[in-house]
């Protein structure tokens, strides 16, 4: 597709559930990112990915919150043992190495809520 | 600790006027800066950028201007128009890879 796609859009936890939530990046974009927006926050990172070499996970808030991108690819963000402070939108962003310039490309994101 | 800040949560605009939405950091080791614009229920979406080795960039009706012994950016919209209408985040770097946020300034031009 033309843009980043994320899925699923919208995702209802209950506390200690596990989820997955998935980012297609734009076909040939080498980088691949995971930001975390709480409500009336402005996006935080948690982790960078060059191909498939997770290169920055400093951002990830705890050992709960694991990413892959096995095939350099398509990217799993998988949060084990939800809690209510990881309700937030997961944002994937996509972008050509070296494209800083301009910027990331955004999905829509994917909104968890974790009762 | 936030490094990048908007303290401006919402800004009102009489259409045609000049929007000026206003964004301050702390980390002087920035060198990149990009404003992104999001309207509800998308994902932020790329505006304008400008380095640190530069003081304005302008692109069609949208100019960012950087103060960097002030530690300030600005991102002016002339005119504006009820279409700008969106949450405008600021955000600034130092790798080029790891983007630092503000928490966003809410834009609504009045028709």
């Known amino acids: 597709g033309a843009g980043v796609s994320q899925s699923p859009r919208y995702k209802v936890a209950k506390r200690g559930q596990d989820v997955a939530l998935r980012c297609d990046p734009i076909?040939?974009?080498?980088?691949l990112f995971w930001y975390q927006q709480a409500l009336g926050q402005g996006p935080e990172f948690l982790t960078y990915?060059?191909?498939?070499?997770?290169?920055?996970k400093s951002g990830l808030p705890s050992d709960r919150f694991f990413a892959e991108r096995p095939e350099g690819s398509v990217s799993t963000l998988k949060i084990q043992r939800t809690q209510q402070e990881d309700s937030a939108v997961y944002l994937c962003?996509?972008?050509?190495?070296?494209?800083?310039?301009?910027?990331?490309?955004f999905g829509s994101g994917t909104r968890l809520t974790v009762v | 600790d936030q490094q990048v800040k908007q303290n401006s949560p919402s800004l009102s605009v009489q259409e045609g006027r000049i929007s000026i939405l206003n964004c301050d950091y702390t980390?002087?080791?920035?060198?990149?800066f990009l404003w992104y614009k999001k309207y509800p229920a998308e994902g932020p979406t790329f505006l304008i950028s400008i380095s640190s080795i530069k003081d304005k960039n302008e692109d069609g009706r949208f100019t960012v201007f950087l103060n960097k012994s002030a530690k300030h950016l600005s991102l002016h919209i002339v005119p504006s128009q009820p279409g700008d209408s969106a949450v405008y985040f600021c955000a600034a770097s130092y790798t080029g890879n790891q983007f630092y946020f503000g928490t966003g300034t809410s834009l609504t031009v009045i028709p």
């Open positions: 990915f060059q191909n498939e070499a997770q290169l920055d």
């Open positions: 076909s040939g974009h080498v980088s």
């Open positions: 962003a996509s972008s050509l190495a070296g494209e800083a310039n301009y910027g990331y490309t």
């Open positions: 980390n002087s080791m920035f060198d990149y």
